[in-house]
């Protein structure tokens, strides 16, 4: 039992040296003992305080001690108030059991006979203080309770995290082998093919005019297999916030051409034809690596998902405003393919790593990490990076960088937001 637990006792009687007596009797550490020489008095304390019995005067000029009852169990807050009512005459006990079988009452008869009133008082006391402490612990129950569903979901939230996370690496996992073994695979068996040759004595597959298809063939297989860890690599260090970029001065429109170069071979395995539309010199600070990585990509994708269509890259100088919104010159690159286009609800997830459409897998194999690589690079330049598509129609990446990203901040979080449709 909690002894802290204050009680408050209202005395109410019409005489000043009854209520003097009675509190000189009740009166006990842990009690607060208010007085009231009338019923509307005692109404007032009432409203004011929750009080732990009241011991009730009956005969009283004005309201009398049972119509104050009455009021009493009228009303919601002081219902519940045991009542101990002091009369002289024993008749009037027959009406006061009338009307109050609901809540605590008893009686005292005059003269007071003092160790009646206290024992009834005590008992009365010990139940308000046993309720109040019953209540404050159902409270503390209800409270852990409620702590520990809280915990409990959160809980949940956390496993399901964890899933999540196992699947991914599962799924990576079993992506990674996939990628990796496609190359390995073709090289495995071109060696095995050269060694059936060579047992052979069938030199003639090695003729000088066939090695250099055969280098190449090689290189590809290994150029897929190092972009593919690079990738990984990339992802990692992101992960780490470990990826940085290094600027220096560099020619975008000289950068650009010298990609589409690159991707020529490419291009005509996809069956497509890259037309480039830059100015002689496009002068800006960037990383320059990280940006030929940023051209590859959208290049890349374009060719693997561009239906064997012609692509376009446009390289221009703008004058809009960076993304922490400061204005100066501005790069853009756009991309645009008449492929297979992206739906409007795939145009945000694709950013993300590990993301690809539904449809990609018919068309090409990849991790789906260049996009999430790229937006990442160009948030870390101070750009944005956007896309226009619709299914069947095609669709159009957009960067736009700032022409000297070297003290370029990436704006927090603004890498992870949904990409939408530019206008
Ligand atoms: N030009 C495009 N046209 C249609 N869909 C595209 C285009 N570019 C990207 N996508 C969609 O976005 C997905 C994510 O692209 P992302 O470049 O990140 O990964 P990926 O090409 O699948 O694999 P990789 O990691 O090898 O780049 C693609 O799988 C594809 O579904
Ligand atoms: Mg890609």
Do not use: C
Not at 202 to 213: C, H, I, K, M
Not at 232 to 248: E, P
Not at 272 to 299: K, M, Y
Not at 396 to 403: G, K, S, T
């Amino acid at each position: 039992m909690n002894i802290d637990i204050e009680s408050k006792l209202l005395i109410v009687d019409d005489l000043p040296e009854n209520l003097l007596a009675l509190e000189a009797l009740i009166r006990a550490p842990g009690r607060v003992v208010y007085r009231a020489a009338s019923a509307e008095a005692a109404l007032a304390l009432l409203l004011e305080h929750e009080f732990a019995l009241a011991i009730v005067d009956v005969q009283m000029p004005g309201m009398n001690g049972f119509e104050l009852a009455e009021l009493m169990r009228g009303t919601e807050r002081t219902r519940h108030i045991p009542i101990i009512f002091v009369s002289a005459a024993g008749r009037e006990l027959n009406y006061a059991f009338q009307g109050y079988e609901s809540g605590a009452v008893d009686f005292l008869h005059k003269p007071l006979d003092p160790h009646a009133v206290v024992s009834k008082v005590n008992v009365f006391v010990d139940l308000y203080r046993h309720r109040k402490a019953l209540r404050h612990e159902m409270e503390s129950l209800a409270a852990a309770h409620r702590k520990q569903e809280e915990l409990v979901q959160q809980l949940q939230h956390t496993q399901g995290e964890l899933e999540r996370a196992v699947r991914m690496r599962d799924d990576f996992m079993s992506m990674v082998s996939h990628e990796l073994r496609t190359p390995l695979n073709t090289l495995y068996l071109e060696a095995q093919l050269r060694q059936l040759h060579l047992s052979k004595g069938n030199l003639a597959s090695f003729a000088p005019e066939r090695l250099p298809a055969m280098i190449e063939r090689d290189q590809r297989q290994i150029r897929n297999m190092v972009r593919l860890i690079d990738d990984m690599l990339d992802v990692t260090r992101m992960r780490r916030d470990a990826l940085s970029i290094q600027t220096k001065p560099v020619d975008l429109a000289a950068l650009s051409r010298a990609v589409v170069e690159n991707l020529h071979q490419q291009a005509e395995a996809a069956g497509s034809v890259i037309t480039l539309h830059a100015p002689a010199e496009l002068r800006g600070v960037w990383d320059e690596f990280r940006i030929e990585q940023v051209l590859t990509n959208l290049l890349t994708n374009a060719l693997r998902y561009g239906g064997g269509k012609p692509v376009e890259m446009v390289v221009r100088q703008t004058d809009g405003t960076d993304k922490t919104g400061e204005s100066g010159g501005m790069a853009q690159v756009a991309v645009r393919d008449q492929g297979i286009g992206i739906a409007p609800e795939d145009q945000g997830r694709i950013f993300e790593q590990f993301e690809r459409t539904a449809d990609s897998h018919k068309h090409a194999a990849g991790l789906g990490l260049g996009l999430y690589i790229t937006r990442k690079i160009v948030s870390l330049h101070g750009g944005r990076i956007g896309v226009q598509s619709a299914p069947g129609e095609g669709s159009r990446f957009v960067v736009d960088l700032p022409l000297d990203a070297t003290d370029a901040t990436e704006v927090p979080g603004s890498d992870k937001e949904k990409e939408g449709t530019q206008t």
